[in-house]
């Protein structure tokens, strides 16, 4: 019952209120599912307070997903955060829209409807309330969601998820990248390649992005790195495998990352492993194409 949001300053999992608020959690799951948060900014930035992000258009009004069967934003709970890491929607009338809201603090200055709490991460939302802001409350540096992965779904939404989205060029257009004017002169022609470089995907504006890590979740506790290595060995040769685990007790996580020596090893595990069952549970692929992914997660609060 959490979903976990890559973003270029390290990973938050949010664990869902799927009871207490089931309408927004599984709006938020089929939101996350189907791609619409990637590229969205943190911005409004108050610092202690709350940090406001879901806008993959900004700094243009939002467009909002047309309400389905997957997608209602009508609220069913209807109470505001009391502490510091709960994610919330903010009202918007007798609805809520996509974007939503973390609280920085124990209390928030937003009026919406709670759906789940930061579980990891908490390193990553101190890094956001210390940013450096412009006097909107935007980060000088962008903070940006890069991926999002549904680590348990416990709606069972079955749709075919989208392949995860390019930057458009109007995104790419607003990304912020902390340089000076007469920098962005100079660096003009190579500004799309520093703008992927500054959100993680790649380690340097010369290098494209690896398509050789496929990310793996849903796992059981007690899968381990060799198991991984074992069964996907089948698909090509392998560089490394990683169990994201909890810094403090060494538990898994139950998501990780393969990496393979070629593309075509990937593709031929994300056909064949898609809801095959590992150790008694239905895992989840997908791929995954964050460099930083190692130095920029956070496993643990």
């Known amino acids: 019952m959490s979903v976990l949001l890559e973003t270029n300053a390290g990973n938050l999992v949010i664990d869902l209120f799927v009871n207490s608020a089931p309408t927004e959690s599984r709006t938020?799951?089929?939101?996350?599912?189907?791609?619409?948060?990637?590229?969205?900014?943190?911005?409004?930035?108050?610092?202690?307070?709350?940090?406001?992000?879901?806008n993959p258009h900004f700094p243009d009004p939002i467009v909002a997903p047309q309400p389905d069967k997957f997608i209602d934003f009508t609220p069913s709970s209807n109470f505001n955060p009391g502490k510091l890491g709960e994610v919330l929607f903010t009202s918007n009338g007798d609805k809520f829209g996509p974007e939503f809201s973390i609280s920085l603090g124990p209390a928030t200055d937003k009026c919406g409807y709670v759906f789940g709490t930061i579980g990891e991460g908490f390193t990553t939302l101190e890094y956001i309330n210390n940013c450096v802001l412009d006097e909107a409350g935007r980060p000088l540096k962008d903070v940006r969601i890069l991926h999002t992965f549904v680590l348990d779904d416990p709606f069972s939404l079955l749709f075919e998820a989208p392949p995860s989205p390019y930057p458009t060029q109007k995104q790419i257009d607003s990304f912020r990248l902390l340089v000076d004017e007469s920098a962005l002169e100079d660096i003009k022609a190579e500004s799309h390649a520093l703008?992927?470089?500054?959100?993680?995907?790649?380690?340097?504006?010369?290098?494209?992005?690896?398509?050789?890590?496929?990310?793996?979740?849903?796992?059981?506790?007690?899968?381990?790195?060799?198991?991984?290595?074992?069964?996907?060995?089948?698909?090509?040769?392998?560089?490394?495998?990683?169990?994201?685990?909890?810094?403090?007790?060494?538990?898994?996580?139950?998501?990780?990352?393969?990496?393979?020596?070629?593309?075509?090893?990937?593709?031929?595990?994300?056909?064949?492993?898609?809801?095959?069952?590992?150790?008694?549970?239905?895992?989840?692929?997908?791929?995954?194409?964050?460099?930083?992914?190692?130095?920029n997660r956070n496993d643990s609060t």
Not at 28 to 38: D, E, N, V
Not at 236 to 251: A, K, L, P
């Open 195 to 295: 703008t992927l470089e500054v959100l993680g995907d790649l380690p340097s504006a010369k290098i494209q992005p690896s398509e050789k890590v496929l990310f793996i979740c849903k796992l059981n506790p007690v899968t381990t790195e060799d198991d991984l290595r074992l069964i996907f060995q089948r698909f090509g040769q392998i560089t490394s495998v990683e169990v994201i685990r909890d810094r403090v007790t060494g538990h898994s996580l139950c998501y990780g990352f393969i990496e393979f020596t070629n593309k075509s090893a990937v593709e031929r595990a994300y056909r064949k492993m898609e809801g095959a069952i590992i150790d008694d549970r239905k895992v989840h692929v997908d791929f995954s194409q964050s460099t930083k992914r190692k130095r």
């Open 28 to 54: 938020f799951i089929a939101l996350c599912l189907s791609k619409f948060y990637h590229y969205s900014p943190f911005v409004n930035v108050r610092k202690n307070v709350a940090v406001d992000s879901g």
